[in-house]
Protein backbone atom coordinates (compact mmCIF):
# COMPACT_ATOMS: atom_id res chain seq x y z
CA UNK A 1 0.00 0.00 0.00
CA UNK A 2 1.45 3.00 -0.90
CA UNK A 3 1.27 5.95 2.12
CA UNK A 4 2.24 9.59 2.81
CA UNK A 5 3.95 11.26 5.39
CA UNK A 6 0.53 12.89 5.37
CA UNK A 7 -1.23 9.53 5.99
CA UNK A 8 0.90 9.02 9.22
CA UNK A 9 0.25 12.37 11.51
CA UNK A 10 2.64 10.48 14.21
CA UNK A 11 5.83 10.37 12.13
CA UNK A 12 6.06 13.89 10.54
CA UNK A 13 5.48 17.29 12.67
CA UNK A 14 2.53 19.12 10.36
CA UNK A 15 5.11 22.37 10.39
CA UNK A 16 7.72 20.43 8.53
CA UNK A 17 6.06 18.22 6.08
CA UNK A 18 2.95 21.19 5.18
CA UNK A 19 0.56 18.26 5.88
CA UNK A 20 -1.58 20.06 8.38
CA UNK A 21 -3.53 22.54 5.66
CA UNK A 22 -1.97 20.98 2.79
CA UNK A 23 -0.53 24.22 1.97
CA UNK A 24 3.20 23.99 3.34
CA UNK A 25 4.92 26.11 6.29
CA UNK A 26 5.82 28.94 2.89
CA UNK A 27 2.73 29.48 1.26
CA UNK A 28 2.06 33.34 0.75
CA UNK A 29 -2.00 34.11 2.30
CA UNK A 30 -4.53 34.21 -0.26
CA UNK A 31 -6.06 37.40 -1.74
CA UNK A 32 -9.59 38.04 -1.01
CA UNK A 33 -11.10 40.12 -3.84
CA UNK A 34 -14.71 42.47 -2.59
CA UNK A 35 -17.81 41.81 -4.97
CA UNK A 36 -16.88 45.24 -6.64
CA UNK A 37 -12.99 44.28 -7.37
CA UNK A 38 -14.69 40.92 -8.85
CA UNK A 39 -17.27 43.35 -10.99
CA UNK A 40 -14.23 45.23 -12.38
CA UNK A 41 -11.65 42.56 -12.91
CA UNK A 42 -13.99 40.33 -14.76
CA UNK A 43 -15.52 43.69 -16.71
CA UNK A 44 -12.30 44.49 -18.13
CA UNK A 45 -10.83 40.61 -18.45
CA UNK A 46 -14.23 40.34 -20.21
CA UNK A 47 -13.29 42.69 -23.02
CA UNK A 48 -9.13 42.29 -22.66
CA UNK A 49 -8.12 38.63 -21.37
CA UNK A 50 -4.08 40.35 -21.93
CA UNK A 51 -4.27 43.53 -20.25
CA UNK A 52 -1.21 45.71 -21.36
CA UNK A 53 0.56 47.63 -18.40
CA UNK A 54 -1.67 50.60 -18.44
CA UNK A 55 -4.50 48.73 -18.08
CA UNK A 56 -3.21 46.72 -15.14
CA UNK A 57 -2.11 49.82 -13.27
CA UNK A 58 -5.28 51.50 -13.69
CA UNK A 59 -7.02 48.69 -12.52
CA UNK A 60 -5.07 48.46 -9.52
CA UNK A 61 -5.82 52.00 -8.68
CA UNK A 62 -9.67 51.50 -9.29
CA UNK A 63 -9.80 48.59 -7.85
CA UNK A 64 -7.08 49.64 -4.53
CA UNK A 65 -5.14 46.50 -5.30
CA UNK A 66 -1.16 45.77 -6.01
CA UNK A 67 -0.34 46.08 -9.68
CA UNK A 68 1.19 42.47 -8.93
CA UNK A 69 -2.31 41.15 -8.22
CA UNK A 70 -3.69 41.97 -11.65
CA UNK A 71 -2.89 39.17 -13.55
CA UNK A 72 -3.65 37.23 -17.40
CA UNK A 73 -6.89 35.20 -16.47
CA UNK A 74 -6.05 31.76 -17.13
CA UNK A 75 -9.83 30.53 -15.93
CA UNK A 76 -11.29 31.93 -18.86
Not at 6 to 35: E, I, N, Q
Not at 63 to 72: D, G, M, N, R, S
Amino acid sequence: MNSSPCDDDSSYPATLSGCASGLGPHRRKRTTFSVGQLLELERVFAARPYPDISTREHLAQVTHLPEAKIQVSCNS
